[in-house]
């Protein structure tokens, strides 16, 4: 998975490429930075919307299915309403060839087709209740897996009930390390990490789907794994997460990626976590997957950090940025976007990104 760094020269670099490029890729920002063209894959069809980034291809397929539903509603009432007329008089000698006329209008409508519903999932972190801080605090910590080659070079990092935190940095630098660092799988060489006794972190990282036993529906691995509910309240709340119906009861091998990501925000919820800890959260989510947690992450009540490359979620989500660089791990001072400028004038100055 591409860093931001590295999807940033990448974009610059697409951007005045001589020749055709084709991206398959659901990173919003990204195509929004190097697409002109978009093709839109669905319900066994490719749409072509000629002259697009990522951005206004959204917004003219909202507005398409707007109209879209918009006609088919209208046409479905004008046809009810010629219905209606027909079934009363089509046996009243005196109104029969009006209602013969409308049998002709109503065998004249053109048949539309309804239009597609997206499917919306809304996900819901639950809300936890208060603590008193500090909630989860580094102090002057260093760490490295070899002490000569420090990683986390003396951070001092506050995580509170309501911080939106956004860690980036080059792959390799050290953010699962200080991921691991908070949740005391990795001690500190030096320093202290302090943690509010009853705090409770929901930790999301892809080795915890891929360490989930697929031979298991999601059901029985979630009363395995969560017990005290019954069958029908976890299929109830898998469901919430998207994962309805059969899909709750059919071996987890059979799962996309995504589908299994939801599982396992799914079994986050359950222990009702204080602070969400979500290393790379949106690697395999399609759209409205990658909606439904950002807005689940916005509304929820606790505190979150995050590694991401994706600039979409880090920017709907998060009001701080932390860089891992250089050995170490700092606040930025700007967003997402400010950090992507600072990225490419260190680049430009050190003649990385190269021109065509
Ligand atoms: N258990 C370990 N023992 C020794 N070295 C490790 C261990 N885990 C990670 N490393 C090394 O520490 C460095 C930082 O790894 P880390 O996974 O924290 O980086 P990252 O910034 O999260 O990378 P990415 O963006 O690629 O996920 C890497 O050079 C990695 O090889």
Same mark, same amino acid.
């Given at each position: 998975?591409?860093? %931001?760094?590295?999807?940033?020269?990448?974009?610059?670099?697409?951007?005045?490429? #001589?020749?055709?490029?084709?991206?398959?890729?659901?990173?919003?920002?990204?195509?929004?930075?190097?697409?002109?063209?978009?093709?839109?894959?669905?319900?066994?069809?490719?749409?072509?919307?000629?002259?697009?980034?990522?951005?206004?291809?959204?917004?003219?397929? =909202?507005?398409?299915?707007?109209?879209? &539903?918009?006609?088919? =509603?209208?046409?479905?009432?004008?046809?009810?309403?010629?219905?209606?007329?027909?079934?009363? /008089?089509?046996?009243?000698?005196?109104? @029969?060839? =009006?209602?013969?006329?409308?049998?002709?209008?109503?065998?004249?409508?053109?048949?539309?087709?309804?239009?597609?519903?997206?499917?919306?999932? !809304?996900?819901?972190?639950?809300?936890?209740?208060?603590?008193? #801080?500090?909630?989860?605090?580094?102090?002057?910590?260093?760490?490295?897996?070899?002490? &000569?080659? +420090? +990683?986390?070079?003396?951070?001092?990092?506050?995580?509170?009930?309501?911080?939106?935190?956004?860690? !980036?940095?080059?792959?390799?630098?050290?953010?699962?390390?200080? +991921?691991? !660092?908070?949740?005391? =799988?990795?001690?500190?060489?030096?320093?202290?990490?302090?943690?509010?006794?009853?705090?409770?972190?929901?930790?999301?990282?892809?080795?915890?789907?891929? *360490?989930?036993?697929?031979?298991?529906?999601?059901?029985?691995?979630?009363?395995?794994?969560? #017990?005290?509910?019954? $069958?029908?309240?976890?299929?109830?709340?898998?469901?919430? /997460?998207?994962?309805?119906?059969?899909?709750?009861?059919?071996?987890?091998?059979?799962? @996309?990626?995504?589908?299994?990501?939801?599982?396992? /925000?799914?079994?986050?919820?359950?222990?009702?976590?204080?602070? +969400?800890?979500?290393?790379?959260?949106?690697?395999?989510?399609?759209?409205?997957?990658?909606?439904?947690?950002?807005?689940?992450?916005?509304?929820?009540?606790?505190?979150?950090?995050?590694?991401?490359?994706?600039?979409?979620?880090?920017?709907?989500?998060?009001?701080?940025?932390? %860089? @891992?660089?250089?050995?170490?791990?700092?606040?930025?001072?700007?967003?997402?976007? $400010?950090?992507?400028?600072?990225?490419?004038?260190?680049?430009? *100055?050190?003649?990385?990104?190269?021109?065509?």
């Amino acid at each position: 998975m591409l860093d %931001v760094p590295s999807s940033t020269y990448l974009a610059h670099y697409l951007q005045t490429y #001589p020749s055709t490029v084709l991206v398959v890729s659901h990173d919003r920002a990204f195509l929004d930075e190097v697409a002109t063209d978009i093709i839109h894959q669905h319900s066994e069809r490719l749409d072509y919307y000629r002259g697009s980034n990522f951005s206004s291809f959204h917004a003219t397929r =909202e507005e398409r299915l707007k109209n879209q &539903k918009r006609e088919y =509603e209208n046409q479905m009432e004008y046809r009810a309403h010629l219905q209606a007329f027909i079934d009363k /008089f089509r046996y009243n000698a005196a109104k @029969s060839s =009006e209602a013969q006329s409308r049998i002709k209008k109503l065998e004249k409508l053109p048949v539309l087709e309804p239009p597609e519903e997206e499917k919306k999932v !809304v996900f819901k972190f639950p809300d936890p209740e208060k603590l008193s #801080p500090p909630i989860l605090q580094l102090l002057d910590v260093s760490f490295g897996y070899d002490p &000569k080659k +420090l +990683l986390l070079n003396d951070v001092s990092l506050d995580v509170q009930l309501d911080s939106r935190i956004g860690l !980036v940095g080059a792959n390799g630098c050290g953010k699962t390390t200080l +991921l691991k !660092v908070l949740m005391g =799988e990795n001690h500190p060489l030096d320093g202290s990490v302090s943690k509010n006794n009853r705090l409770r972190i929901g930790y999301f990282a892809q080795h915890h789907v891929d *360490a989930m036993d697929l031979n298991q529906n999601a059901v029985g691995w979630m009363s395995q794994k969560y #017990p005290g509910k019954t $069958d029908e309240e976890y299929r109830r709340h898998l469901g919430a /997460f998207g994962i309805t119906g059969s899909l709750s009861l059919q071996k987890m091998e059979l799962l @996309s990626g995504g589908q299994k990501s939801r599982v396992a /925000f799914a079994a986050l919820c359950l222990t009702n976590p204080h602070i +969400l800890i979500l290393d790379e959260p949106s690697n395999h989510l399609d759209t409205s997957g990658l909606d439904a947690l950002t807005d689940a992450l916005k509304n929820f009540k606790g505190g979150v950090l995050m590694v991401s490359h994706d600039v979409s979620i880090i920017n709907d989500v998060c009001n701080e940025i932390w %860089v @891992s660089e250089d050995g170490t791990v700092k606040r930025f001072d700007g967003d997402i976007y $400010d950090y992507k400028k600072y990225i490419l004038a260190n680049a430009d *100055a050190a003649g990385v990104v190269k021109k065509h």
